[in-house]
């Protein structure tokens, strides 16, 4: 090429056109051609000393490595200048450059130019006004991106908060559905019941796209304006999010709360793109902008709408929870990981029956509400290695219909239960001497009841009276109960001797084994009482009282707190049972505790904190905001001293409402149900064989024994009959399990109960001053009695009887929620069983 054509070609081409003829001469008599082939590197960023070099023909790219930036390439068409800045400034290559293709190079050497350089100074002067142009737009590029920064900061979505977590079809039919989208730019609805995680979704979609290096920003429907300014912008006012997210990603979220004047504007967005600026005034049209944005919808409801105009590319359904109760347990998992590591903790074991009673929860909160219970059983928890199930409860509406907190009703009430008097003072003061001497004057008094005041209180006061009591109060003997004072008191006496850390309980294997060892120790009392006539012989009445108490002190040794009283105690058992009829209950406003409460001093316990008193937590480990039924609790009030919120109610309540409400049926306990129906026949067994006209040897020891099992059995014989023909007389709908609807038959197991030990109460409790004289071997004759009429004893068995029937006919009803007919057998059933108890037990 001629010197002239160069010339030329430098002033046309390159940013040295602006040179004057003699200086641009210099540079193109300076000029070197080269070839250059393809895929070569011409020079490496950081080299010292380099030429200027010139791309005549062909392309380059230029990049730059850092390490807090990604490398980003620069294009390089012909007549592009390298390394001008460097020569001038004296500086290394700052860039490295590579051909794409073959073309020609022009190189004008490092020396040479700074010769032609020194002696034209226009040439720096030029490079100057080059960064001076440079700068300037450098600084206006920075005002606009801080402008846009301060726009789009407060709805900045900085990554995605986790994955789709789970297995199941439903998990990956979402996950399957969000990479579609993350595919192309088309707008997207995302929409599903609360605490699903939509707007997770919608992060997910754009950072596995391929714009996931632009913004993404999230817009709460419900905050935006009527005008829609925020996201148009106004005329002559500072840009929209619509402006300043350029091509990253808007998400609208929960769309159902868009103003309706806005949604005209909203859907023409997504089907043009387009958007008007808002006018702060009416007159005139709103200039219009397109956008580069991508929308993306989040909503609680599908907008079918939406659908029928063609507007959106893709439309995402997020399952609820309650249908991907296969991901329940990673969800779990997850979450666990997630706040053990951010408190510095263990992992925990999840329990499989803590993944049940999950998995049998709906969770209407979905995985808002699963999040919160996990954070809230890690705080609870006071075992590091494991979480049970009864660390998880949820909120429940239909456990707090029809209730009346007494606590606020009566003040004093609460004053009282709150006190040292109970139980403490009550059963350290009272219980504890009162029971030892019981057991001395059975072993050491006359042995038989007419003649034995510690017999008498045992047969023919505690019984009537405490299975009197347990519509009305429940569990509460168990708060004062003689057998586990002895255990407690033993526990810190070994304790205080022998300094040790009790075992924690093993409550996998107590929850699967302890109600059937408690069944199974009730069956031998039982038939150690009517085959060795218990109720008549003193000294083996106390061998049961203390049998019962030896069991409550070794495992008090054993294990800490209450574990005999829970899951092994045969009375205890009963007494739950029973109390699941009561009339009060104690429980705590789940609410309260969730938001409110931190530290669990009513299960864990714990120092004295604001208006709760120094405990050392629930003796049985149940927390009151995760009761269902009356069985775990021993109205001890621990948990109402130990709450600093307010938060424990003892509470009136419909008889019975947590069996057809919030009640967990369990096999060992409707077995234990019919063991206790059975007891009642065993305790007429001379009434029956004179009513069947039998005459058995009873006084032989195995015809006894045969017979007395035969009679604890029949019960449950029955009523599996029954159900049998529930189940065939109704063959076009599936009935309820024999294990729910056998709670039905409780209020009968209870009058039975009651209506055999009203003889004992009304004819022989009355003769309480006799009897506690002749124990002290002085005669009572003369001494007032009180006992009822054969007539009125026999009317109260009766009335017992019949309402027994109709309670257990009406709670059959309310569990079962089916027509009076289709559980005709099971009524009849309860009817025969209470014309027998009437003929074996009021004898009419």
Request: hydrophobic residues 45%.
């Amino acid at each position: 090429m001629e010197h002239a054509e160069r010339i030329r070609w430098l002033r046309e081409f390159t940013l040295f056109g602006s040179l004057a003829e003699e200086p641009l001469s210099a540079i193109a008599a300076a000029v070197e051609a080269e070839p250059i082939q393809p895929n070569r590197r011409l020079v490496m960023e950081d080299a010292a000393r380099p030429d200027l070099l010139i791309l005549r023909t062909g392309h380059w790219e230029s990049y730059h490595t850092a390490e807090s930036s990604a490398v980003k390439g620069v294009s390089l068409l012909p007549g592009s200048v390298v390394h001008l800045k460097e020569l001038l400034l004296e500086r290394p290559a700052s860039q490295t450059v590579i051909t794409l293709d073959a073309g020609e190079l022009w190189r004008v050497p490092r020396e040479a130019f700074l010769a032609i350089a020194t002696a034209h100074p226009e040439i720096g002067r030029t490079f100057s006004q080059r960064l001076a142009a440079e700068l300037e737009q450098v600084s206006s590029q920075l005002a606009y991106e801080q402008e846009r920064q301060g726009i789009l900061r407060p709805y900045v979505v900085p990554k995605v908060s986790r994955g789709i977590i789970g297995t199941s079809r439903y998990a990956k039919r979402l996950r399957d559905a969000i990479n579609k989208a993350a595919g192309d730019r088309q707008p997207v609805l995302i929409f599903g019941e609360p605490g699903l995680g939509k707007d997770n979704a919608a992060a997910l979609i754009h950072f596995g796209s391929r714009d996931r290096r632009e913004p993404l920003i999230k817009v709460n429907c419900d905050t935006l304006q009527t005008s829609g300014a925020e996201l148009f912008g106004r005329v002559g006012g500072k840009p929209g999010l619509l402006e300043a997210i350029g091509r990253g990603t808007l998400v609208l979220n929960n769309l159902q709360e868009l103003p309706e004047v806005l949604q005209d504007k909203i859907w023409q967005l997504l089907k043009t793109g387009e958007y008007s600026l808002v006018r702060r005034d009416t007159d005139g049209e709103a200039p219009r902008r397109r956008t580069e944005a991508r929308l993306i919808l989040t909503a609680e409801k599908a907008f079918p709408q939406l659908d029928r105009q063609k507007l959106l590319g893709h439309s995402i359904k997020v399952p609820p929870l309650r249908v991907r109760k296969a991901d329940i347990e990673a969800q779990v998992g997850y979450y666990l990981s997630l706040f053990c590591r951010k408190k510095g903790l263990a992992r925990p074991h999840l329990t499989p029956e803590a993944v049940r009673r999950l998995q049998s929860y709906d969770f209407p909160g979905n995985l808002t509400e699963l999040e919160s219970l996990i954070e809230r059983a890690l705080l609870q928890s006071d075992n590091p290695n494991e979480l049970t199930d009864e660390l998880f409860w949820s909120a429940s509406t239909k456990g707090r219909q029809f209730r009346l907190n007494l606590l606020n009703t009566y003040p004093a009430l609460r004053r009282f239960l709150r006190s040292p008097w109970w139980p403490d003072r009550l059963n350290y003061g009272f219980t504890l001497t009162v029971f030892a001497l019981v057991v001395a004057v059975l072993i050491l008094g006359p042995q038989t009841r007419d003649r034995n005041v510690a017999l008498n209180l045992f047969w023919a006061w505690w019984w009537p009276l405490v299975l009197i009591s347990f519509p009305f109060v429940g569990r509460l003997w168990c708060a004062v109960c003689p057998f586990m004072i002895y255990g407690e008191l033993m526990q810190k006496l070994s304790l205080k001797l022998f300094p040790r850390d009790l075992l924690p309980w093993p409550r996998q294997m107590a929850d699967k084994w302890g109600g059937w060892f408690l069944f199974g120790l009730f069956v031998l009392i039982l038939l150690w009482e009517e085959l060795w006539n218990l109720e008549n012989t003193a000294y083996l009445s106390a061998c049961l009282l203390l049998l019962i108490t030896a069991g409550a002190v070794i495992f008090s040794q054993l294990f800490e707190r209450r574990f005999w009283c829970r899951y092994l105690c045969p009375i205890g058992g009963m007494n739950g049972l029973f109390a699941k009829l009561s009339i009060v209950e104690l429980r705590a406003q789940q609410g309260i505790c969730s938001a409110s409460c931190t530290t669990y001093q009513c299960y864990k316990g714990g120092p004295e904190k604001g208006e709760g008193q120094e405990t050392n937590g629930c003796p049985v480990y149940s927390h009151p905001a995760q009761l269902t039924d009356n069985r775990n609790c021993v109205m001890c009030m621990t948990c109402l001293k130990a709450c600093p919120h307010r938060s424990v109610e003892l509470n009136l309540r419909p008889p019975g409402i947590e069996l057809w409400t919030t009640h967990t049926p369990t096999a060992y306990e409707v077995s234990l149900l019919f063991l206790l129906f059975g007891a009642v026949l065993l305790h007429r067994l001379p009434e029956i064989t004179a009513a069947l006209g039998l005459e058995l040897p009873l006084e032989n020891f195995a015809v006894h024994a045969g017979v007395s099992v035969l009679a604890l059995a029949l019960p449950g014989a029955i009523a599996l009959l029954a159900h049998g023909a529930v189940r065939l007389f109704n063959r076009h709908f599936r009935p309820r399990p024999f294990v729910e609807l056998a709670y039905g038959y409780l209020p009968l197991v209870l009058g039975s109960s009651l209506a055999h030990y009203l003889r004992l109460g009304l004819t022989e409790a009355g003769r309480i001053i006799p009897v506690s004289v002749a124990t002290v071997g002085l005669e009572g004759a003369g001494l007032p009695v009180a006992v009822a009429h054969p007539a009125v004893v026999a009317f109260l068995q009766g009335v017992t009887l019949i309402g027994a029937v109709w309670l257990s006919v009406i709670l059959t009803q309310r569990i079962a929620r089916q027509s009076l007919g289709s559980l005709l057998p099971q009524h009849l059933a309860l009817v025969g069983l209470g014309a027998l108890c009437w003929r074996v037990i009021v004898g009419l």
